[in-house]
């Protein structure tokens, strides 16, 4: 790796001091992505700036609206552990207990795995379906978005130069709600998906009250599909409907050939893990309703 | 830019260390060629194998992902530091009479993934083994033998406990 400097600031307001002081300067969060790309050249940095010491950054809990908000830094490992999360958001839980193995998982963030906006990465799916809201920082203040709205391209964010992820808020699950997120890899662990979906879902007695559904790997960005949800509202739970909204799912990708799949490959995987997820997600809102 | 060294202040299994690094160099650079520990393995060098696992703060991680200075503070357990003087770990003995190691370099990263698993879990079911392991690579031994080193020390140290 060619030479950097590393400053581990305490707080946001050295944070962007250090950021506008140095237009080299990067975030390092986990580093799996970074420390990764930096030794490979294919990203340089003349200084690092770990995020993993400031408070805000860190942050687990609920607010008195039953809100989670979640820090852009904190471990996948603390997720994956953490009771309340798998009580209220168990499809959170699960992501972070699958992203990469135990010791990637000990330092991997969240945020860390959005900033990097592969289209692969299998944490934004989860957090759009959920309603995740980003709040990004900078110098001149907080602003907030979806996180469909966050990666605008492969590696491309709509992060200003100067500003961080400071974290996630995730609002509190609906009664007679449940979600869910499955990925294609080669191997059960340890692999990058070829195509991956996340479904969460509202039922309403015998109904579909609301529904999302997001993909990773098959679009430039990750990929919320409103136009599933949409269509799933007011239908009636059933296969013919959960297949019909796959369709659609399948449809809204846009996928590559790569040495992990081809284009072709990937759409029938979509409609064939979007409709698996939607099913989980329908039996989970159905057993929350029980 | 500083270009400056930095000293950097830990606790390696058990004992207070002190070295001096460059911001650029891994953890696993500083343990091997500042420290001389040299029990930590360099395979892959990008996260996939583990053989450079070390366990820090109680939870396993690959040391070339994390930067020496990030140690700074922190608490970090090697291979080194399971014996007892010419005793060996449970853990090692473990994977010493299951056949478990066979040229030995992956052991030293299996050996600390088996230990943070068994301090988390006292009684791991094999799915749960695999797991924990999924982040290691071995060209030897087939990885069976592996897991029924993990099954006789986690028995062993269960046993310990009683
Ligand atoms: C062996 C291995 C297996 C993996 N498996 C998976 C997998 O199964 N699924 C998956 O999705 N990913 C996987 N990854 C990729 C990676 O682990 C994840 O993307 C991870 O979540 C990245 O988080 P991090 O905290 O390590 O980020 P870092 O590497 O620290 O940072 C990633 C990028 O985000 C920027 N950044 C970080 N935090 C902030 C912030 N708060 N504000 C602004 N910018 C920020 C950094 O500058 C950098 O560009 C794997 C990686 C490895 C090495
Ligand atoms: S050398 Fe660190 S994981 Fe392979
Ligand atoms: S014993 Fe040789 S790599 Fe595992």
Redesign the interface.
């Known amino acids: 790796?060619?030479?950097?400097?590393?400053a581990?600031p305490g707080s946001l307001t050295e944070a962007f001091e250090l950021l506008a002081r140095h237009p080299g300067a990067r975030p390092?969060a986990?580093?799996?992505d970074l420390?990764?790309q930096m030794?490979?050249g294919e990203r340089q940095a003349?200084?690092?700036v770990?995020v993993?010491r400031i408070p805000e950054l860190n942050e687990l809990g609920c607010d008195a609206s039953g809100t989670l908000r979640l820090g852009a830094a904190v471990?996948c490992?603390v997720i994956s552990e953490s009771e309340l999360v798998r009580r209220r958001w168990p499809a959170l839980a699960e992501v972070a207990a699958m992203i990469?193995?135990?010791?990637?998982q000990?330092?991997a963030s969240l945020g860390g795995n959005l900033c990097n906006a592969a289209p692969s990465a299998d944490g934004p799916p989860v957090l759009m379906v959920l309603r995740a809201i980003c709040r990004v920082a900078g110098p001149s203040g907080e602003r907030r978005l979806p996180v469909e709205e966050f990666c605008i391209g492969p590696g491309k964010t709509v992060l200003a130069p100067g500003e961080l992820l400071v974290g996630f808020e995730i609002p509190p699950p609906e009664p007679a709600s449940g979600a869910c997120y499955l990925r294609f890899t080669p191997r059960?662990?340890?692999d990058i998906a070829v195509a991956g979906a996340a479904a969460a879902v509202r039922v309403e007695g015998e109904a579909i009250g609301w529904a999302r559904l997001a993909l990773s790997a098959v679009a430039p960005t990750p990929l919320l599909v409103r136009e599933a949800g949409e269509y799933l509202a007011g239908k009636p739970a059933t296969e013919d409907a959960i297949r019909a909204a796959a369709e659609i799912a399948r449809d809204a990708a846009r996928p590559i050939s790569d040495v992990r799949g081809t284009a072709e490959h990937r759409r029938r995987l979509v409609s064939v893990l979007a409709e698996r997820a939607l099913r989980v997600a329908v039996a989970r809102a159905r057993e929350a309703q029980a | 830019?500083?270009?400056?060294m930095?000293r950097v202040q830990t606790t390696v299994n058990g004992q207070p260390a002190e070295f001096l690094c460059?911001?650029?160099q891994?953890l696993l650079e500083c343990l091997r060629d500042i420290l001389g520990l040299t029990g930590t393995k360099e395979g892959c060098?990008?996260?996939?194998c583990?053989a450079c696992?070390v366990i820090?703060d109680g939870?396993?991680?690959?040391s070339?992902?994390?930067?020496g200075?990030?140690a700074?503070g922190r608490t970090i357990l090697t291979i080194e530091g399971l014996a007892r003087g010419s005793e060996l770990h449970p853990i090692q003995r473990a994977f010493l009479e299951q056949g478990a190691v066979q040229c030995g370099f992956c052991t030293p990263g299996l050996i600390l993934?088996t230990k943070?698993?068994l301090d988390r879990i006292a009684d791991p079911s094999e799915a749960e083994i695999?797991?924990?392991l999924?982040?290691h690579l071995c060209r030897c031994t087939g990885y069976d033998k592996v897991v029924r080193a993990v099954r006789q020390a986690a028995a062993e140290l269960k046993e310990a406990c009683r």
């Open positions: 790796m060619k030479w950097f400097d590393y581990a390092l986990g580093g799996t420390l990764v030794r490979a003349d200084l690092l770990d993993k471990p490992c990469g193995g135990v010791p990637i000990s330092r059960a662990e340890m | 830019m500083r270009r400056a930095v460059e911001p650029r891994s060098n990008d996260g996939n583990g696992a820090m939870r396993l991680v690959n070339c992902l994390v930067l200075v990030e700074e993934a943070a698993l695999r797991r924990w999924a982040n």
